[in-house]
């Protein structure tokens, strides 16, 4: 179902891809075999861990991918300024007939993750890698930034049920799915969005809008028709005209609905100031015998509001996020990126290449990367980015890419899982997909065994991302000597 929406997305790129796929087959580079990475340099919100996610939705689109006709009638109708086409009619025809054999690597969705380390690893025929750049991006990018999001806000609710209602604010129909799903990866109990619910087997939940209350004379009576309609899942939206009179209402109703042997699940606030509101709230839903009825919060929550109002002693038992979850508000995008690390020369020996900059936090690493994570206890210590080729023995000699005098051994003392698993082999899909269910329970796992440092709002603590000993000397290598090379001395010396 899900996996008709990839058959014709093989030009969800940009145009890049293709002119540079156009050139490694003129100059007969398109079959050299190539490695990228997908990481990206900082985590989102200025936070101390990512929840990765998207690895499904990049599973379906490259078991999917092919140039249909109508793909090729339009890149064959693009021209230069001066009329001449983009394309051969040669390069066409190959693209009518690829299929892709790259081998990809990836972390399982759901994983906590970190600065630098890949995410996902693609190796195969240089100007098939160079087509998944920015589809896999697009792919990876977006959910992995709204899990996070999503697991900050879960987190911030400190076990109470954090339901995602953003669906009328997402950036359009696709961007309202991904968040939805993601959100749910990321701890999100329920969604409001329909299809969603549908399409990923996410529970729904809503209650009502305003206009509910006011197409009615009363308020009173509202509820009542709105517990006659729903009498299994009662929640009243109290702040229409005036709350605490609105949640008063709402108890006469309660009330009589008690006696009639049916229940109010609960009162919903969308508006004030939450904390008082939700006390009182408490105080009145309490003295009326009613205190097993919930109070549910909305109103532009985040984690920092959320966190806000338990500090202040809220009496709130649900919280309903949409805005700001959905849209990632804070950070506009994940900083992913996608970098070649290694080519094959004639020979078939691997040359490893770095991206070379002024700004040291922006030189890519060189290789064939796997990650191991080291783990003491149960808890989580450090991860450290080998070589593949190199490989990696029982004791770890582990360097701060950014700081060579931080230094760390990892031994024999530890336990140790290496994160990135093989996804696809030669083109063919070797990996499982697992369920919503069980991707969600990975990242609340996870999250748990890290320490608490990490998951703090307000200068979290730094996990150590370090590079093997061997591979950081590599790097070094080829640093000085892309320097020296492609360095013009100043006129006069």
């Known amino acids: 179902m899900l996996q008709n929406r990839y058959e014709h997305l093989a030009l969800l790129t940009d145009f890049y891809q293709l002119t540079m796929a156009y050139a490694y087959w003129k100059k007969s580079l398109a079959e050299r075999r190539a490695v990228f990475h997908l990481f990206f340099r ?19 689109f490259v078991e999917h991918f092919h140039f249909d006709s109508s793909d090729l009638a339009y890149l064959d109708s693009l021209t230069h300024s001066n009329g001449e086409r983009y394309f051969g009619r040669a390069f066409l025809d190959m693209l009518s007939n690829l299929k892709l054999t790259v081998d990809v690597d990836a972390v399982p969705e759901g994983s906590v993750v970190f600065p630098y380390e890949p995410l996902v690893r693609v190796e195969g025929p240089l100007m098939q890698c160079q ?39 997402a950036q359009g129909i696709d961007g309202a799915l991904t968040a939805s799903r993601a959100a749910f990866v990321g701890g999100c109990s329920s969604t409001s969005n329909v299809l969603a619910g549908k399409l990923y087997g996410i529970p729904v939940q809503g209650t009502q809008a305003h206009s509910w209350v006011m197409a009615f004379e009363q308020e009173q009576e509202a509820f009542a028709a709105y517990a006659d309609v729903m009498p299994d899942s009662i929640v009243f939206l109290v702040d229409t005209y005036h709350t ?57 929550l985040d984690e920092t509001l959320i966190s806000e109002l338990k500090r202040q002693g809220a009496k709130i038992s649900a919280w309903g996020v949409g805005t700001n979850l959905v849209t990632g508000k804070d950070q506009g995008a994940l900083d992913g990126v996608y970098k070649l690390s290694a080519i094959q020369g004639e ?96 990242a609340k796992t996870q999250l748990q065994a890290f320490p ?18 061997r591979l950081y000397h590599i790097k070094l290598d080829l640093i000085k000597q892309y320097r020296h090379q492609h360095t013009t001395a100043p006129a006069g010396q």
Not at 134 to 143: A, G, R, V, Y
Not at 377 to 402: C, H, N, S
Not at 452 to 469: A, C, D, Q, T, W
């Open 347 to 442: 020979q078939g020996r691997w040359r490893y290449i770095l991206k070379l900059s002024e700004q040291l936090a922006k030189i890519s690493n060189p290789g064939l990367h796997q990650v191991r994570r080291f783990i003491r206890d149960g808890v989580p210590i450090g991860d450290v980015i080998y070589d593949r080729e190199i490989g990696v023995g029982t004791k770890v000699l582990a360097v701060d890419q950014f700081d060579p005098t931080k230094q760390v051994s990892f031994d024999g003392g530890c336990t140790y899982q290496d994160l990135l698993q093989p996804i696809f082999r030669k083109g063919a899909c070797v990996y499982t997909l697992p369920g919503l269910q069980e991707i969600r329970e990975v």
């Open 244 to 300: 605490i009179d609105g949640v008063k209402k709402a108890i006469v109703v309660a009330k009589e609905l008690q006696s009639q042997g049916k229940k109010v699940t609960g009162i919903r606030l969308d508006s004030g100031d939450l904390a008082e509101l939700s006390r009182e709230s408490r105080k009145l839903l309490d003295a009326a015998g009613l205190s097993d009825v919930r109070i549910v919060a909305s109103n532009e």
């Open 131 to 169: 087509l998944l750049e920015s589809p896999l991006l697009n792919l990876i990018n977006f959910p992995t930034l709204i899990a996070t999001k999503a697991a900050r806000v879960v987190t911030a609710a400190a076990g109470d049920p954090v339901m995602e209602f953003g669906m009328r604010r």
């Open 452 to 469: 608490v440092g990490i998951k703090r709002f307000l200068n979290p603590h730094s996990y150590p991302v370090m590079m093997e000993e």
């Open 42 to 60: 900082r985590p989102p919100f200025k936070g101390g861990f990512t929840i990765a996610c998207g690895l499904e939705q990049v599973v379906h």
